[in-house]
């Protein structure tokens, strides 16, 4: 019980500092001017709909996120063909309403129905029989970092000694998260909850610091449609040198978002490793006695848990 309880206290801990450093930043990002976090700036819908915008757009979340756009784009298209095909084959008139992003699938599919794939495949009844591979290797790595410290909690390592690695754990990521974020221009806010969830983040696979720090930092970037304009006209310009190609690409507020959010996921990975490369033997070495004894203890720890659940049960069974 004292080991789960040491745990628990330091994953308590670690989203205690979390919660406390993202308030801090948030409550001094409120006394930041609205002309340093901009507005937001009206966009012309002829633009929001125009079919090379929308083209583009849909081509970018392709590239940026395939699944995504296979659920969120082509799943949708094949979905609604469907109902309207099967309307046209009863015999109705039907004027269907769509998003500009969608037009293009589904007159694709009406055009040529055979290419429907099965309306089950549409709908969830076919999914769940492969094996989640992704999801499975998150949990395998959140559930290995929990059991990590709760074997050397059962193997008898003292609690300070376990508290200090944590620290370095949340320490290391959050630094790195921050610096890494603020390099690539994000405000002092956006970087610190950035930093503030990376320790949580680099143990769950499915989820990104980026993703928050990209979250908070829209508040002080006007992205728009005609961002993706303007990036194809810096790369299609042949005069620039490679460092004024990036240098002005940068000015866009759509790529200085992207660059934002994959800096600060660069610096949780550079500190993960870093962690596990470095602070872990050096720690171990001078406190435990080295990377041996840490799989003598992890082995001694597992005895332990095991020791500990056959007793509950058989004292479970007996009550």
């Known amino acids: 019980m004292t080991a789960i309880g040491s745990l628990g206290i330091g994953i308590a801990l670690g989203l205690t500092l979390g919660v406390v450093a993202a308030a801090v930043l948030g409550v001094v990002g409120l006394g930041e001017t609205d002309a340093e976090y901009g507005g937001i700036e009206d966009l012309d819908v002829d633009q929001l709909t125009d079919t090379d915008v929308v083209t583009m757009m849909m081509e970018e979340f392709r590239q940026f996120s395939p699944g995504g756009a296979e659920a969120l784009i082509d799943e949708r298209d094949a979905f609604i063909a469907h109902r309207l095909v099967a309307l046209r084959d009863a015999g109705h008139d039907v004027v269907a309403v769509v998003g500009a992003g969608h037009e293009a699938g589904i007159e694709r599919y009406l055009a040529n129905p055979e290419t429907l794939p099965p309306v089950e495949a549409l709908v969830g009844r076919e999914r769940g029989r492969g094996v989640p591979w992704k999801k499975a290797i998150g949990y395998a790595i959140t559930v290995g970092f929990v059991g990590f410290f709760a074997l050397l909690a059962l193997a008898g390592v003292e609690n300070a000694f376990l508290?200090?690695?944590?620290?370095?754990?949340?320490?290391?990521n959050g630094a790195f998260a921050f610096a890494f974020a603020k390099v690539a221009g994000a405000g002092w806010l956006s970087a610190g909850v950035g930093g503030a969830v990376a320790w949580l983040t680099s143990i769950n696979p499915m989820l990104a610091p980026g993703w928050f720090?990209?979250?908070?930092?829209?508040?002080?970037?006007?992205?728009?449609?005609?961002?993706?304009?303007?990036?194809?006209?810096?790369?299609?310009?042949?005069?620039r040198s490679p460092w004024d190609l990036v240098s002005a690409m940068l000015d866009v507020p759509l790529f200085r978002l992207i660059v934002v959010v994959a800096m600060t996921n660069i610096g949780s990975i550079v500190a993960s490793a870093l962690f596990a490369v470095y602070v872990i033997p050096a720690m171990f070495g001078a406190e435990i006695g080295g990377v041996d004894e840490v799989g003598r203890l992890l082995i001694e720890g597992a005895r332990t848990g095991a020791e500990l659940i056959r007793t509950a049960v058989a004292g479970g069974g007996g009550a």
């Open 163 to 172: 508290f200090r690695l944590f620290a370095a754990w949340f320490l290391i």
């Open 213 to 239: 720090t990209g979250y908070v930092e829209l508040r002080r970037l006007t992205v728009n449609v005609g961002d993706i304009g303007t990036l194809n006209d810096l790369l299609s310009d042949e005069t």
